[in-house]
Structures are given as C-alpha cells and as structure tokens.
T-cell receptor
C-alpha cells in the first residue's frame, strides 16, 4: 500500500523567504505526483502535476521536482508571500486513486 | 472551461439519519469521478471512484455507497449515518479513460453527525 509522508507538518517563515516542502512515497510505481493547496474550509486547488517521466514542473514562483527512484518530491516556493499561507498536500497516483500525505501547514508572516 | 459543483456546502445530521451528497461536473464528457473524505487529524481518503455510468469501485468498506446515474453526476449516500461519518467530503474528476490525469476537486461538503 502506498504511504505518503510530508515533512515538515508545519512551517512558519517571514515574508520573502524561499522555502522547500518535502514529500516522500514508499512505492515508486506511480503514474504521476500532484501538489495541491488547501485553504481553511475549502476544497483543493491543483498547483502542479508531474508525470512519472518528468523531473520537474514550474508554475510562476512554484517549482516541483520528482525523483521517482528515491521516492521523493519537493515543492519549492520562491519569495514567499502572506497569501501563500495555506496547507500544501502532495498526492501520489498509482492508478486512479490519489494517495495523500497529511500536508504541510505553511504560515508566511508579514 | 470545466466546473465541478457540490451540494450542500454544509450539513448537520443526527446519527441514524440518511445521507445524500451530490456532485456534478460541467464542461466535459466521460470524466472519471471520485469521492474522498477528509477527517479531522487524518489525511484524505479515497472512498469511491467511477469510470462511467453505473460503474462504481469502492476503496473502503463502510456504510456509505455511491451511484452515478448520469455521465457527469456522482452521488454519495448512506442509509444510516454514524458519528464516524463526520468529515469533509470532496468530489473530484479527471479526464476519462486513463487514471493518470490531473485531478480537480470541488468545494467540498462539511458533514457533522451529532
């Protein structure tokens, strides 16, 4: 069974810092890995999707990498802003089902 | 563009009462549809997925059921709610056929069972 772990569970940084969120998964036989953002009481917003054949994806200030062989993905956020405060979830797709980590709760302080 | 709707947004129900949550997707055809639950202190858990009308796969045995009466409609039901059914229920979709597409989520339904 796929197990997904996210470290750290919570993170507080001052505005302007670059930061890295980590995600690891136990079964490297994945189709893709997806990063989401969740604001309190809201649904999930898809940030980046990395297919298993890709090494990284970029969208604006976000960059996600994937090392399938080692079972790791990272989400890099450049020049963080208070509006980036949210919970970030990674999910590994092993075929139809997404297996989610418990998320990293990010607080960016002005 | 595609849009996914869920209702109701919030629901408070007594133990033992029935449940019906609805999810609809606009702007696409033959989507794969999913029901997830997010319980307090736990990660998101896949409950059901469907690759077509009348085709339902269950991931977790429980007192919930799902149905897909139309191509873009997915319903989550229960005959008798338990306290443990409380949580945030999320519907999601991906483009059809393959299971490796990007998943898009609805706004969710907050269910509290008292």
């Amino acid at each position: 069974k796929q197990e997904v772990t996210q470290i750290p569970a919570a993170l507080s940084v001052p505005e302007g810092e670059n930061l890295v969120l980590n995600c690891s998964f136990t079964d490297s036989a994945i189709y893709n890995l997806q990063w989401f953002r969740q604001d309190p009481g809201k649904g999930l917003t898809s940030l980046l999707l990395i297919q298993s054949s890709q090494r990284e994806q970029t969208s604006g200030r976000l960059n996600a990498s994937l090392d399938k062989s080692s079972g790791r993905s990272t989400l890099y956020i450049a020049a963080s802003q208070p509006g980036d405060s949210a919970t970030y979830l990674c999910a590994a797709n092993s075929g139809y089902a997404l297996n989610f980590g418990k998320g990293t709760s990010l607080l960016v302080t002005p | 563009s595609q849009t996914i709707h869920q209702w109701p947004a919030t629901l408070v129900q007594p133990v033992g009462s029935p449940l019906s949550l609805e999810c609809t997707v606009e702007g696409t055809s033959n989507p794969n549809l999913y029901w997830y639950r997010q319980a307090a202190g736990r990660g998101l858990q896949l409950l059901f997925y469907s690759v077509g009308i009348g085709q339902i796969s269950s991931e977790v045995p429980q007192n919930l059921s799902a149905s897909r009466p139309q191509d873009r409609q997915f319903i989550l039901s229960s005959k008798k709610l338990l306290l443990s059914d409380s949580g945030f229920y999320l519907c999601a979709w991906t483009p059809g056929l393959a299971g490796d597409g990007e998943q898009f989520f609805g706004p969710g339904t907050r269910l509290t069972v008292l």
